[in-house]
């Protein structure tokens, strides 16, 4: 089984930078993306940013948090980290951490979300 744990959310100002960290565990074979998502209103959960294993570690961003917000993995590639300056109180959200992996114990390929860490930014 992969287990999947967000953490670093927390209150933040207008302007102002944070980090939320991912760390994926448990039975894993291969992983092949790790990704951030982010729910506002509603139950929807958008795209913040993305990051591949391979072409070389390729990266997505949605297109709010461009030029603002950072992915990067570590270099055992069980951990992501989301590294957010200029924050905006329309960042604030619950943001869910989402694992692109094979387990060793099932063998298949399957996304595995995190239990979301909350981020609310203040003017």
């Known amino acids: 089984q992969v287990q999947v744990v967000e953490s670093g959310g927390g209150l933040a100002h207008l302007g102002g930078s944070m980090t939320l960290s991912c760390a994926a565990s448990?039975?894993?074979?291969?992983?092949?993306?790790m990704g951030w998502y982010r729910q506002g209103p509603g139950i929807q959960r958008d795209l913040v940013a993305e990051?591949?294993?391979?072409?070389?570690?390729?990266?997505d961003y949605g297109d709010s948090v461009k030029g603002r917000f950072t992915i990067s993995r570590d270099n055992s590639g069980n951990t992501a980290y989301l590294r957010m300056n200029d924050l905006k109180p329309e960042d604030t959200g619950i943001y869910y951490c989402l694992v692109d992996a094979v387990s060793t114990s099932r063998g298949t390929r399957s996304g595995v979300w995190g239990q979301g860490t909350q981020v609310t930014v203040s003017s």
């Open positions: 990051i591949f294993t391979e072409g070389g570690g390729r990266i």
């Open positions: 448990g039975s894993i074979f291969s992983i092949y993306s």
